[in-house]
T-cell receptor
Framework: KQEVTQIPAALSVPEGENLVLNCSFT??????LQWFRQDPGKGLTSLLL?????REQTSGRLNASLDKSSGRSTLYIAASQPGDSATYLC??????????FGSGTQLTVLP | EAGVAQSPRYKIIEKRQSVAFWCNPI?????LYWYQQILGQGPKLLIQ????????DSQLPKDRFSAERLKGVDSTLKIQPAKLEDSAVYLC?????????????FGPGTRLTVT
């Protein structure tokens, strides 16, 4: 059974700082790895999707990497802004295309 | 392109009452998912439909939860009778079968409070 862990559970940084969010998964037989953003009271917004054959994906100030052999993914946010404050969730997709989510990292970027 | 629609957005009920949630996926998306997200946790898959058939309902508490997707489009999730521990956000998501990435698109969710 796939288990996904995210560390840290909460993170507070000053504006402008570069930061890394960590995600680990126990079963390396994944189809893809997705990073989502969740704002309070809202649904999930997909940020990046990395296929199992890929090593990383980039979108603007976001870069996500995937290392299947070690069961790890990281989300790098460059030059953080207060608008980046949200909960970030990673999810691993198995053969049935089902997502197993971590508990998320709650990010606060202080102005 | 319209997103995944869910209603109601909020619901408060007493324990032992029943409740139903509705989801309308993105047009053309064959796969539909219902997730339960308890405060402070990530979403947990309850049931997955492919068109109007159930692919996986292994984590659905079938003694009180039921779901259907008639005609392979809209879906309803029902809880009867509700318990205090059912308080959570219920998220609906859909994906396009032809998308090799099977990227899932989520609705805004329904926040259920059981008192």
């Amino acid at each position: 059974k796939q288990e996904v862990t995210q560390i840290p559970a909460a993170l507070s940084v000053p504006e402008g700082e570069n930061l890394v969010l960590n995600c680990s998964f126990t079963d390396s037989a994944i189809y893809n790895l997705q990073w989502f953003r969740q704002d309070p009271g809202k649904g999930l917004t997909s940020l990046l999707l990395i296929q199992s054959s890929q090593r990383e994906q980039t979108s603007g100030r976001l870069n996500a990497s995937l290392d299947k052999s070690s069961g790890r993914s990281t989300l790098y946010i460059a030059a953080s802004q207060p608008g980046d404050s949200a909960t970030y969730l990673c999810a691993a997709s198995g053969s049935a295309r089902q997502l197993t989510f971590g508990s998320g990292t709650q990010l606060t970027v202080l102005p | 392109e319209a997103g995944v629609a869910q209603s109601p957005r909020y619901k408060i009920i007493e324990k032992r009452q029943s409740v139903a949630f509705w989801c309308n996926p993105i047009s053309g998306h064959a796969t539909l998912y219902w997730y339960q997200q308890i405060l402070g946790q990530g979403p947990k898959l309850l049931i997955q439909f492919q068109n109007n058939g159930v692919v996986d309902d292994s984590q659905l508490p079938k003694d009180r939860f039921s779901a259907e997707r008639l005609k392979g489009v809209d879906s309803t999730l029902k809880i009867q009778p509700a318990k205090l521990e059912d308080s959570a956000v219920y998220l609906c998501a859909s994906s396009e079968a032809r998308d090799i990435n099977y990227e899932q698109y989520f609705g805004p969710g329904t926040r259920l409070t059981v008192t």
